[in-house]
């Protein structure tokens, strides 16, 4: 099973930008799939996530109101939608699923996820 993030790209600030995450090789669906971020030089952290099951989201603080995440049920497909992009929100952005199914999701931590696309670079200018 593989996951392909796509929709990267040099935007300018405030613009909008989605990205996308699909899934090949699998038949089954995940538990939840998240997007993480890593700014140049900083450490990956946690932008928001999907429980498959429910379409509940999960978002970080500092972002909630400018990002929803989104899923395609039918085709296993991951969504983020960045609303009036920041300089700040320069990264690579990576897309992760967990396809082991329990009772339990923190979907902010990373060892929650078994599968990690290879990223999509999001370039933020003035």
């Known amino acids: 099973v593989q996951l392909q993030a796509s929709g990267g790209g040099s935007v300018q600030a405030g613009d909008s930008l989605r990205l996308s995450c699909g899934t090949s090789?699998?038949?089954?669906?995940?538990?939840?799939m998240g997007w993480f971020r890593r700014p140049p030089g900083k450490a990956r952290e946690f932008v928001a996530a999907?429980?498959?099951?429910?379409?509940?989201?999960y978002y970080a603080d500092f972002l909630k109101g400018r990002v929803t995440a989104s899923r395609d049920k039918s085709e296993t497909k991951l969504y983020l939608l960045i609303n009036s992009l920041k300089l700040e929100d320069t990264a690579v952005y990576f897309c992760?699923?967990?396809?082991?199914?329990?009772?339990?999701?923190?979907?902010?931590?990373?060892?929650?996820?078994?599968?990690w696309g290879q990223g999509t670079l999001v370039t933020v200018s003035s």
């Open positions: 992760a699923a967990r396809t082991w199914h329990s009772t339990n999701f923190n979907p902010s931590f990373e060892y929650e996820y078994d599968l």
């Open positions: 090789g699998s038949t089954s669906a995940p538990y939840g």
């Open positions: 999907v429980r498959w099951s429910d379409d509940l989201t």
